[in-house]
């Protein structure tokens, strides 16, 4: 089943702890994406990936790090997690090659820094 | 800056009658379009797009939306709403990257949530 998996769903930390969502695509895509939704705000861009080791800031990228060295994987990284970063958050996924095909979503992240 | 615009925040309609709900955006040229669904707990799932020709686009689930480019509209309607329809719904623009003609990124709008009354 062509899908994109998070983890974890739920995770509650501490501010400063580090933390890792990890994002898989089973579809071979190369772009990737994450967006945290919040509400009000609807969902913002992050960061995102055109390929593998091509990444680039989105509208909200401050506090957050990316990595891209395998096509499938794609993790969003929070070295010192604070408050404000509390949301959920989802990855993305499509294929370059269709200019107008759609982002495939994994189910979300839903992060509570205390 | 591009923005996009969902005037309602909550509606709710009674099972069986129709729906259509709001959606502005703000930018130069025409963006490609999409809405999108979330189910409480679910990620988001595509319901139909506009890039391009018909300004009348289908969707899944008997959803369809209509392109007005004199309004900078791009509405969702349904004839008749079903209990499980009940979920936020998301219009997005894609701003089309000059050469590719592709799009690195999706514009949300803040979402109207429907709730359906039997």
């Known amino acids: 089943e062509a899908q994109v998996t998070q983890n974890p769903r739920y995770l509650i930390t501490v501010t400063g702890k580090k933390l890792t969502v990890t994002c898989s695509q089973n579809?071979?895509?190369?772009?990737m994406s994450w967006y945290r939704q919040d509400p009000g705000l609807g969902l913002r861009q992050i960061y995102y990936?055109?390929?593998?080791?091509?990444?680039d800031k989105g509208d909200v990228p401050e506090g957050y790090k990316v990595s891209r060295k395998e096509k499938r994987n794609f993790p969003l990284i929070l070295e010192s997690p604070s408050p404000n970063q509390t949301s959920l958050y989802f990855c993305?996924?499509?294929?370059?090659?269709?200019?107008?095909?759609?982002?495939?979503f994994g189910e979300g992240s839903r992060l509570t820094v205390l | 800056a591009q923005s996009v615009t969902q005037p309602d925040i909550h509606i709710t309609v009674s099972e069986g009658a129709s729906l259509e709900l709001r959606c502005n955006y703000s930018?130069?040229?025409?963006?490609?379009l999409f809405w999108y669904v979330q189910s409480p707990g679910q990620g988001l799932q595509l319901l139909l797009k506009?890039?391009?020709?018909?300004?009348l686009v289908q969707g899944i689930k008997g959803f369809e939306a209509e392109f007005k480019r004199s309004q900078s509209s791009f509405n969702l309607r349904k004839p008749s709403v079903h209990w499980s329809d009940a979920a936020e719904y998301f219009c997005?623009?894609?701003?089309?990257?000059?050469?590719?003609?592709?799009?690195?990124?999706?514009?949300f709008g803040a979402g109207t949530r429907l709730a359906v009354h039997p």
């Open positions: 993305a996924s499509r294929q370059l090659a269709d200019n107008t095909g759609e982002l495939f």
């Open positions: 579809m071979n895509h190369e772009y």
């Open positions: 990936s055109m390929n593998v080791e091509v990444t």
């Open positions: 930018y130069g040229a025409t963006p490609y």
């Open positions: 506009y890039f391009s020709g018909d300004t």
């Open positions: 997005a623009v894609a701003l089309p990257l000059m050469f590719s003609g592709g799009y690195n990124k999706l514009i």
